[in-house]
T-cell receptor
Framework: DVKVTQSSRYLVKRTGEKVFLECVQD?????MFWYRQDPGLGLRLIYF???????EKGDIPEGYSVSREKKERFSLILESASTNQTSMYLC??????????FGDGTRLSIL | GDSVTQMEGPVTLSEEAFLTINCTYT??????LFWYVQYPGEGLQLLLK?????DKGSNKGFEATYRKETTSFHLEKGSVQVSDSAVYFC????????????FGTGTSLTVIP
């Protein structure tokens, strides 16, 4: 079975902090994705990556950046956390044109 | 652009009732269609998929048929259980959009005994 592991289930940070969310997949998938999930808004794509060191902006990239130095790891960075970034963050991975596999999510609170 | 529209929730049903969650899509190409399920406190899991018109995806008693003429992929189950309580997401992926998925906003289902 595909395993997508997110480093934290729950995280509490303060406004202005730099926050790192880590995601690791064990199936050698080329594609990796970061979403945020908010009530009534569904899943919104923040960034995605088709290959190592490649990244593409999704629908809501402002205030975020990503890093993909190794194929199995995709990091989401909140450069200066703000309260409106309090959300559930979901990481996913896939092979090209195949279903996405999701991690369990990180519930991030910014105080 | 490509998009998915699914019925608003929440939906509350009694155990053994029939379930339908509507999903329609807009796509310029020939998309693959998916239903994902999210149980409380967990990430999304693939429930079923269909890759071409008239395909029927099925899993755990759930079914959905890819209807190109009505651009729909409605989720159905004949007899729901309490354990089916979750949020259900319809999604599409089209070749012309590369590897991006487009998700609906999700429909929350609660099944009461």
């Amino acid at each position: 079975d595909v395993k997508v592991t997110q480093s934290s289930r729950y995280l509490v940070k303060r406004t202005g902090e730099k926050v790192f969310l880590e995601c690791v997949q064990d199936m050698d998938h080329e594609n990796m994705f970061w979403y945020r999930q908010d009530p009534g808004l569904g899943l919104r794509l923040i960034y995605f990556s088709y290959d190592v060191k490649m990244k593409e902006k999704g629908d809501i990239p402002e205030g975020y950046s990503v890093s993909r130095e190794k194929k199995e790891r995709f990091s989401l960075i909140l450069e200066s956390a703000s309260t409106n970034q309090t959300s559930m963050y979901l990481c996913a991975s896939s092979s090209p044109r195949k279903p996405q596999h999701f991690g369990d999510g990180t519930r991030l609170s910014i105080l | 652009g490509d998009s998915v529209t699914q019925m608003e929730g929440p939906v509350t049903l009694s155990e053994e009732a029939f379930l339908t969650i509507n999903c329609t899509y807009t796509a310029t190409g020939y998309p693959s269609l998916f239903w994902y399920v999210q149980y409380p406190g967990e990430g999304l899991q693939l429930l079923l998929k269909a890759t071409k018109a008239d395909d029927k995806g099925s899993n755990k008693g759930f079914e959905a048929t890819y209807r190109k003429e009505t651009t729909s992929f409605h989720l159905e189950k004949g007899s729901v259980q309490v354990s089916d309580s979750a949020v259900y997401f319809c999604a599409l992926s089209a070749l012309n959009t590369g590897n991006q998925f487009y998700f609906g906003t999700g429909t929350s289902l609660t099944v009461i005994p």
